[in-house]
Nanobody
């Protein structure tokens, strides 16, 4: 059974840091692609980062230089290190994955991912 479990959200002040984790189980990791999305109140879900074996790491312009996506050695956990957080980063953050190759044009699209974890709330206070 494929499962994704996101954790690590919370309340942080402007300029602070958080690290989100997404535990993956039931995956075949050879062609794994994992993405992070977020949805702010009243807005659509935005793809902000992606990591895969076949594409360079992807970051949305809104997070580039502040967020870093990575995996552990076994690829069973995907991380999103978030630094220099801003109030506009406040959102529910979701991890998503697929067990087939992804190409650059697909990395930020919701429809590119087959499996989704539950969201974790990140709130950045000003």
């Amino acid at each position: 059974e494929v499962q994704l479990q996101a954790s690590g959200g919370g309340l942080v002040q402007t300029g602070g840091s958080l690290r989100l984790s997404c535990a993956l189980s039931g995956f075949a990791f050879e062609d794994l692609a994992a993405g992070w999305f977020r949805q702010a109140p009243g807005k659509g879900r935005e793809g902000i980062a992606c990591i895969s074996s076949h594409t360079p790491p992807y970051y949305a312009d809104s997070v580039k230089g502040r967020f870093t996506v990575s995996t552990d050695n076994t690829k069973s956990t995907v991380y999103l290190q978030m630094n220099s957080l801003k109030p506009e980063d406040t959102a529910i953050y979701y991890c998503a994955s697929r067990m087939r190759r992804i190409i650059n044009s697909q990395v930020s699209s919701i429809s590119s991912y087959d499996y989704w974890g539950q969201g974790t709330q990140v709130t950045v206070s000003s």
